[in-house]
């Protein structure tokens, strides 16, 4: 059995469920802080999704922590890790990341709403045009920096990921594990 094999993953420091939002990194900052201030961390997510921005803040919490303090902090995904749960795995690197059994990670592409109006001096309509343009350019090169990480030292490849990001892919924890994207399932 593998959890013998890493029992700190047995009670995790922190453990968070529920959307990927403002509540969730309020409650990420408290039990983080609450943690101790030597050793290992370990870090459980179950979610359905939510901001990716928020994960891409926690993720770079954790960052900053294990560069500063030389800690080991690891992930684990518990049942589903959709959306920006996979977001802020891409944070930890592939050694670090565990699955519980029969957990689901879902990658899929940044999704935007927006309608624009046009309306006004021609100079203005172009100027609202372009900025929503530079807005989804910039979004899909956000996009391209965590599809780049979440696949590092994996053997899934960026492109294989992009072609399969727009149907929302769904990768069960044996097949993550035996692509690299996670070190282990549990």
């Keep these: 059995m593998n959890a ?19 509540l969730m990194y309020t ?8 943690c101790p201030s030597e050793g290992t961390i370990v870090i459980a997510l179950t979610t359905l999704g939510g901001d990716p921005e928020v994960a891409r803040t926690m993720a770079d ?22 959306s920006a749960g996979a977001t802020f795995m891409a944070g930890f690197p592939v050694d670090r990341r565990f699955l519980t059994r029969h957990t689901r990670l879902m990658i899929h592409e940044r999704k935007i709403s927006k309608e624009i109006s046009l309306d ?35 053997q ?23 692509l690299g994207l996670v070190l282990d399932v549990i």
Excluded: C
């Design 4 to 22: 013998t094999r890493y029992p700190l993953l047995a009670n995790p420091h922190i453990r968070l469920s529920g959307p990927v939002d403002q």
């Design 27 to 34: 409650n990420f900052r408290q039990q983080l802080d609450a």
């Design 61 to 82: 919490d954790i960052r900053l922590l294990g560069e500063y303090d030389q800690r080991e902090i690891l992930f684990l995904g518990k049942v589903a890790v959709y």
């Design 120 to 154: 006004g001096p021609l100079r203005m309509v172009v100027a609202s045009i372009k900025a929503a343009l530079h807005e989804v350019e910039h979004s899909i090169e956000i996009e391209e920096e965590g599809f780049r990480a979440i696949v590092k030292d994996s």
């Design 156 to 178: 899934v490849d960026f492109e294989e990921l992009r072609e399969k990001a727009p149907a929302n892919w769904y990768i069960e924890a044996e097949e993550a594990r035996d």
